[in-house]
């Protein structure tokens, strides 16, 4: 019977150590002052959409969307319109955004009046595009795929751009692809393991960036009496993008990552969401983007 006694002992230590640690928490918090909310990310060649709300409290379940806004576009420092108000906090533009634009969105409302600018990015056009059959493996023994992406390089300009991969599954569908073994050192060098990069390590008048991927259909078929998968086209969305894009992105990825960590193993962390919107909360950014078909000299893989 003694053997237990130190162990009955330690257990009421615990028991007295946590009980100790208790505290409540209350889930009333003080009223968030509310802002306007103004989040649009341009696109070159097309009309601008702004989504204009309010910010909430913590106990919110769903977006103040403002109806009754006024959405002033200005283009290179003169009124270019005001926008439209389609529905759920949207107003749109009939005016189409082009690169080396510089753009300016001014929302009134209740009062309040936020701003937020940004510049369109020149169109780019990789100098080429290398596919890469057979990557290597994952670590369950999957065929990754690979693409490497040359771009030009001006080095006096800092500059930033993202690579989406699709596969072609039909006409006008497309299958997504998941990033694996992010070594290439471009990457490596932002510190997180996403398709977007600057040219701050680039020193020639070219860089190349190398990416690995697997997709996330497969096919298959019997080839000789062989099972053989098949191997799809490839679309590439090759983005230049802005500084503003560039920190959102970022941003928003470290946000999430910080809000649904494990819990048990990771501490949540808590990261502001980037904004550029004076007097207010939101992301006002734009991007230009140049889209290629890939076509792999051979569609069957062993």
């Known amino acids: 019977m003694k053997s237990f006694v130190p162990y009955i002992f330690i257990v009421v230590i615990l028991v007295v150590v946590f009980s100790s640690c208790r505290k409540v928490v209350t889930d009333k918090f003080p009223d968030y002052p509310q802002k306007i909310t ?25 977006l103040a969307f403002v ?21 759920d906090g949207y107003y749109v533009s009939t005016v189409i955004v082009n690169e080396n634009d510089s753009l300016e969105c001014v929302v009134a409302y209740n009062g309040d009046t936020a701003r937020c600018y940004c510049i369109v990015p020149q169109k780019e056009i990789p100098l080429g595009f290398e596919y890469i059959a057979n990557a290597g493996v994952d670590d369950s023994g999957e065929l990754l795929q690979g693409l490497v992406t040359t771009i030009g390089n ?98 928003h990825y470290l946000y999430y990552e910080g809000r649904y960590s494990e819990g048990i193993i990771d501490n949540p962390v808590v990261f502001n969401v980037y904004s550029n919107v004076e007097n207010g909360l939101g992301v006002f950014a734009a991007y230009t983007e140049y889209t290629d078909t890939i076509y792999p000299p051979n569609i069957w893989q062993r």
């Open 67 to 87: 109806d009754n806004a006024a959405v002033n576009l200005y283009i290179n420092g003169s009124l270019a319109e005001t926008l439209s108000y389609e529905g």
């Open 38 to 62: 103004v989040n649009s990310i341009a696109k070159a060649g097309e009309p601008l959409l702004v989504n204009v709300s309010q910010t909430g409290n913590i106990n919110d379940s769903t």
């Open 154 to 251: 001006i080095k006096s300009q800092r500059k930033y751009y993202e690579i989406k991969i699709y596969t072609v599954e039909g006409y006008d569908h497309y299958g997504g692809t998941s990033l694996m073994d992010m070594t290439d050192p471009i990457i490596k060098n932002e510190g997180l393991p996403l398709p977007l990069f600057s040219n701050e390590l680039a020193s020639g008048e070219s860089f190349s960036v190398t990416l690995k991927f697997m997709t996330h259909v497969h096919g298959a078929a019997v080839y000789n009496d062989t099972l053989v998968q098949m191997i799809r086209p490839i679309l590439v969305r090759f983005r230049a993008v802005d500084e503003n894009y560039y920190k959102f992105t970022r941003m």
